[in-house]
């Protein structure tokens, strides 16, 4: 891999190695050379897990472990990854076998997240934790603003469903306890009711909706614990 | 909790909180109190899988990657954390509700096990990555220092023996292609072979056995990109 190379890889990535054979090695599929990413790939992935788990944190106080866990599954999926992979030109860095190059390998999704992994594991290596958060924000602000944890709660409902369903219980109905204040700043207050589990929860919440699930959450952990 | 049973705890862990309420979070069940610790031990456990990862990467440069992945599962299984939550006595600080004292909660490996990844994401959001990996390297340096790489890399052969009883095939054949050298250095070389599967490899060691070793995983993993 020539100089010029490596330079527009820095460019694209915004970091420029020390030791340059962590970035070599970090885009060297195993079909390559014995050389190849996939340590690399384990570090990177547990790296990218916790800068995930730590953003998540810290931006969502609200957002409770089991959905914290879930937004970054979505964000880490094979998908998520090999689409910022794609979108920085990452394939055309890539080093693979023949058998690979014919099958158009540097397209592939698995091929493309595992090396965005290996290039996080590489950056970690060579210039610690700092610089990795750093790539890591970049690669991740769009899809971490975007992020809606009104949206997030709103799972409540369908997790209660899903979960009632599986047992064949029946379904939840939601009550109106109370609604209070003006017109324009009314509060609600919800209660769901599983008849068969013996549970009432309530939620409270500025329209019906939140009030909604936020009871729907309360009586999904509920009953998870009682499983 | 008074300031005296956090001074304690500060002493076993090593640690002194600048923000105490970290550390009662932590120690708080949700059976105790809706401001419990299973945020915490989200991002705690995300914390430990890095940190562990990262030290096995720097540790074991030999080592492949689906074996730094199961030696991270081995060491970060519930069954290892609770061991190390009660050796430094854990069980004493954990606040929980009623029932969860009634039925000795403190004693479940599965409690001790989340508040020990707990008080790790309470050390990481306290006092950032260092003092969270120097404890965490206290907290596992004994248990590193006994993995012997060796050991590990015997699982090959047992690998691939399994990996071709579950798929009715054929046992490895190993044969010596060569043995160099004088006798207190010698090099061997051995072939690993799978008839069923037309599968030949090659392992080079200082002994037969490491040789074998060789042969089996690159067979493994051939085996493996077949399937």
Redesign the interface.
């Known amino acids: 891999m020539d100089k010029e190379r490596q330079a527009s890889l820095s460019r694209i990535i915004h970091y420029t190695f020390n030791d340059p054979s962590f970035m070599i090695m970090a885009l060297t599929h195993r079909s390559f050379s014995a050389q190849h990413n996939?340590?690399l790939?384990?570090?990177g992935?547990?790296?990218l897990?916790?800068l995930i788990?730590?953003e998540l944190?810290k931006r969502f106080p609200r957002i409770?472990?089991g959905d914290?866990?879930r937004l970054?599954a979505q964000l880490v999926k094979e998908s998520s990854l090999s689409a910022i992979a794609t979108s920085m030109g990452l394939g055309d860095f890539i080093r693979l076998g023949e058998g690979e190059l014919k099958s158009a390998g540097w397209r592939r999704p698995s091929i493309l997240a595992d090396t965005f992994e290996s290039i996080i594991?590489a950056i970690?290596?060579d210039g610690g934790?700092e610089p990795t958060h750093q790539f890591v924000s970049r690669c991740f602000e769009t899809q971490l603003n975007e992020i809606d944890p009104k949206l997030i709660q709103k799972d409540a409902k369908t997790l209660l469903q899903e979960l009632l369903q599986s047992k064949k219980s029946d379904l939840p109905i939601y009550n109106v306890v109370s609604i209070e204040g003006e017109a324009h700043s009314q509060t609600f207050t919800i209660e769901c009711h599983i008849k068969k589990s013996n549970i009432k929860t309530q939620g409270v919440g500025n329209s019906r909706r939140i009030a909604e699930q936020e009871a729907a959450s309360k009586a999904y952990h509920l009953m998870l614990e009682s499983m």
Request: charged share 30%; hydrophobic share 35%; glycine share 4%.
């Open positions: 996939e340590r790939e384990f570090l992935d547990s790296v897990s916790f788990a730590s944190y409770d472990e914290l866990s970054r594991g970690y290596l934790i």
